[in-house]
């Protein structure tokens, strides 16, 4: 748990579509709640929250990122919330750390993809009110807080 001395006052809502990484996370995390649901049509009755996480399902096959973009912002985040997008700057092939999108037919990794995903998602961010960040290694986090939000110093993104 990221904030063991919060515990008790965090609600924490895992979505995903595969239920055997569910059950593993719900053993891992037995006070949060995990439910199997394409991210494309997340429950209405989901719930709002002051934090979104999407870590590397932005990109995967089949994922409409306006749609998602929209719905995260417009149904299931709070007025004065924050989401962290990562988009997959890497995966393991064959036990092997790859760097880079790939496309198929292209010999080395792609960056034109993540970069237009990841502009996109800036550009809607920071249109709807939000001080966009742009960091990450492994992973491309995009990083938004209202704008009306003070910028933490301190904080390592």
């Known amino acids: 748990m990221a904030f063991p001395e919060r515990a008790s006052s965090l609600e924490v809502v895992g979505v995903d579509l595969d239920a055997s990484a569910l059950a593993l996370a719900q053993r891992r995390q037995r006070a949060a ?3 199997t649901a394409d991210v494309n049509a997340l429950p209405a009755g989901l719930g709002r929250f002051d934090l979104v996480l999407a870590l590397s399902v932005l990109q995967s096959p089949g ?37 880079g999108a790939r496309l198929r037919n292209f010999a080395r990794p792609d960056l034109s993809l993540l970069f237009a995903d990841v502009a996109q998602s800036r550009r809607y961010l920071h249109k709807h009110g939000f001080k966009v960040f742009v960091t990450g290694k492994y992973e491309v986090l995009v990083t938004a807080i209202p704008a009306a939000a003070r910028t933490p110093g301190d904080l390592e993104l």
Request: proline share 5%; hydrophobic share 35%; charged share 20%.
């Open 63 to 99: 994922v409409d990122l306006d749609r998602v973009l929209r719905s995260l912002h417009r149904e299931h985040l709070t007025p004065g919330g924050g989401l962290v997008l990562g988009f997959p700057n890497a995966r393991y092939r064959g036990g092997e750390l790859s760097y």
């Open 33 to 35: 709640t995990f439910l």
